[in-house]
């Protein structure tokens, strides 16, 4: 599990594709504290150290990630910035919300602006996952905790303070983006109530 609080950014330094893809990432985590089969989320997507370095870790992403993730836009390249956070551990502080790092859909942004010291974003999103998406709710967007500040029909926004700017890649996204979603854990679970009810409901008439 993860909170959605982003505590590094990393670097893709080497790419292969090796049947799964194999990524290694450079970053400012102490290595030696980092073990063979450590969690760490890349951009929001829970994956397993397979080989460390002197400043990096590798991991490999499966076909089927690819598919269901933003790396099928091929985000990923060398060079490229990636949001990191590490398993949590008992005792954490849960600063965001609980974040699973399993990656529930992939959305646009599909505009910006400006607002004082923050951003505004608007992001498209996939339909079916839009029931899960509520006003004040939380949203993991490649691997940030957010909060939702509007939802229209098929699409929802949310405002970026200066601060997650610097210590994320949000500081450097643009229109067009492709970006992770995961959806909350508790939205999912209140809608199949919903759902239930209704469908109980429904069937008592």
């Known amino acids: 599990m993860f909170t959605g609080i982003v505590t590094d950014i990393g670097k893709i330094i080497e790419l292969e594709k090796r049947g799964d893809l194999r990524a290694r990432i450079q970053t400012d985590y102490d290595i030696n504290t980092i073990a063979i089969g450590a969690s760490i989320a890349c951009d929001g997507i829970c994956l397993t150290v397979i080989k460390t370095g ?13 598919q269901k993730t933003h790396l099928k836009f091929n985000t990923w390249v060398i060079g490229a910035y990636l949001n990191l956070e590490r398993s949590l ?22 505009d910006m602006k400006e607002e004082g010291d923050s951003t505004r974003f608007v992001f498209s999103a996939p339909q079916d996952l839009q029931k899960f ?31 997650t700017k610097e210590v994320t ?15 909350d854990t508790l939205a999912r679970y209140v809608a199949r109530l919903n759902e239930t009810n209704a469908t109980a409901g429904y069937s008592a008439g």
Do not use: M, Q
Not at 56 to 63: G, K, T
Not at 169 to 183: C, H, M, Q, R, V
């Open 133 to 163: 998406i509520a006003p004040k709710g939380s949203v993991a967007l490649n691997g940030t905790s957010l909060t939702v500040n509007e939802v229209s029909e098929l699409n929802f926004g949310v405002n970026i303070i200066p601060h």
């Open 169 to 183: 890649t949000w500081g450097t996204s643009k229109i067009g983006d492709y970006l992770n979603l995961e959806i």
């Open 89 to 110: 551990r008992v005792g954490d502080e849960l600063g965001g919300h609980l974040v699973s790092g399993h990656i529930d859909g992939v959305v646009e942004i599909i």
């Open 54 to 66: 002197s400043n990096w870790f590798d991991v490999e992403i499966s076909a089927e990630s690819v």
